[in-house]
């Protein structure tokens, strides 16, 4: 029914930035939620950012606020996921999920998945 594309993610070193995008097609929807996930190696996967179809409501985990922000295109269907001054701790696949209602922080929530982009941050 609908397909999600990250991109953006690569190797990088502490301090520096990364943008990651994340594009969805196939059905459409009048309105949608999208979120950014990560899980680190032997971690369990983890949430990161949210935003709703008003792009105002947005909520980030602790660990990311001031540093990361999630934007969103509705003409193009895309979201994004500015990073700023990345640190080694944030090494992870990165995933954008999709839910046509309230979505929220728990991956259970999310209908769609992509299927993630590596980044690594490591000096």
């Known amino acids: 029914q609908v397909q999600l594309v990250e991109s953006g993610g690569g190797l990088v070193q502490p301090g520096d930035s990364l943008r990651l995008s994340c594009a969805a097609s196939g059905r459409t929807f009048s309105r949608y939620t999208m979120g950014w996930f990560r899980q680190a190696p032997g971690k369990e996967r983890e949430f990161v950012a949210v935003?709703?179809?008003?792009?105002?409501?947005?909520y980030y985990v602790d660990s990311v606020k001031g540093r990361f922000t999630i934007s969103r295109d509705n003409a193009k269907n895309t979201v994004y996921l500015q990073m700023i001054s990345l640190k080694p701790e944030d090494t992870a696949v990165y995933y954008c999920?999709?839910?046509?209602?309230?979505?929220?922080?728990?991956?259970?929530?999310?209908?769609?998945w992509g299927q993630g982009t590596q980044v690594t941050v490591s000096s």
């Open positions: 935003i709703r179809w008003h792009a105002g409501d947005i």
């Open positions: 999920a999709l839910d046509p209602d309230e979505g929220g922080s728990s991956p259970a929530a999310y209908r769609y």
